[in-house]
């Protein structure tokens, strides 16, 4: 099967999904979550991107980013190449932690953004980890702090 190119534009907000390895489901143990949210949290203050939601279910991850100093594809690297580096240190394990691809969708309207930020938030709920957005741990409607403003 022939790989899909990722079509990247500069300046433009993207929808981020990217899944573990064979859907493994890491992020049930909380300190491997807290491993990503501290990933994330790095890539956000290193300027490599702004972070406008997320959302880290128990085998994949939502983002709504905008890539600054890195490319999207670099930003992708580093996220997973990080966290699974570290994952695989507190599990004392090695080999891969995430599939190889990711997918991405370039948000192009203020009406895409919204319905994108609205599918992140209510994903915990829509799959019953949670009643409300804000109860679930880890998103960004619950921790506001590793999510930039809309300028």
């Not at 980013?65 to 490319?71: A, T």
């Amino acid at each position: 099967m022939a790989r899909l190119k990722h079509i990247i534009e500069e300046e433009l907000v993207y929808f981020i999904t990217t899944t573990t390895r064979g859907r493994q489901e890491l992020f049930l143990n909380g300190s491997l979550t807290e491993i990503l949210l501290s990933v994330l949290k790095e890539l956000r203050e290193c300027q490599s991107c702004e972070i406008y939601a997320f959302v880290i279910m128990p085998d994949h991850l939502h983002l709504i980013i905008k890539p600054n100093e890195l490319s999207l594809p670099g930003i992708m690297k580093k996220l997973k190449g990080k966290s699974a580096r570290l994952i695989n240190q507190s599990l004392k394990a090695s080999g891969p932690v995430w599939q190889e691809r990711y997918y991405e969708h370039a948000i192009r309207d203020e009406g895409d953004f919204q319905r994108k930020v609205q599918y992140v938030l209510y994903n915990p709920v829509t799959a019953g980890l949670s009643k409300e957005p804000e109860e679930y741990p880890y998103s960004s409607a619950h921790r506001s702090e590793l999510v930039d403003p809309i300028a």
